[in-house]
């Protein structure tokens, strides 16, 4: 998992995620979800069923449910300890984003001092 991204939410709708871990060692391992940053506790509901020792190309799911309180973007991780190590996986929650875009980056008016000049320009907002 590179990053698990909530992308364009809204604060109050409730929000769930699938995802599928893989033990990419060539070793038996086993995982156990640690407590959340206290900055996002109270956003998300991590549950999974504990697969006990995965063998090598194994999954296990995690099912996250995450219900925005705040209208704020959120950077943090998921907490796992493994037998071979802590592990992180990042988490990113982005708010809705208005980004404008133009076919014609620049509008040339050749205007003089007195004179008024009328051009259309077509705007789109490539965000959310």
Do not use: W
């Not at 407590?35 to 099912?63: E, N, R």
């Not at 133009?102 to 009328?118: F, K």
């Amino acid at each position: 998992i590179q990053v698990i991204e909530f992308k364009d939410f809204e604060p109050g709708k409730v929000y769930k995620r699938k995802v599928t871990l893989t033990n990419a060692s060539y070793a038996f391992n086993t995982f156990k979800l640690l407590p959340l940053p206290d900055a996002v506790i109270d956003f998300f509901d991590i549950s999974y069923q504990h697969p006990g020792a995965l063998s090598p190309g194994m999954t296990a799911d995690l099912h996250i449910k995450f219900e925005p309180k705040i209208n704020v973007d959120l950077h943090e991780h998921i907490p796992l300890l493994c037998q071979t190590g802590p592990q992180n996986i990042p988490l990113r929650c982005l708010t809705k984003k208005f980004l404008v875009s133009t076919p014609t980056p620049e509008v040339v008016l050749d205007v003089i001092r007195g004179e008024s000049l009328t051009k259309h320009v077509h705007l789109f907002n490539e965000g959310a």
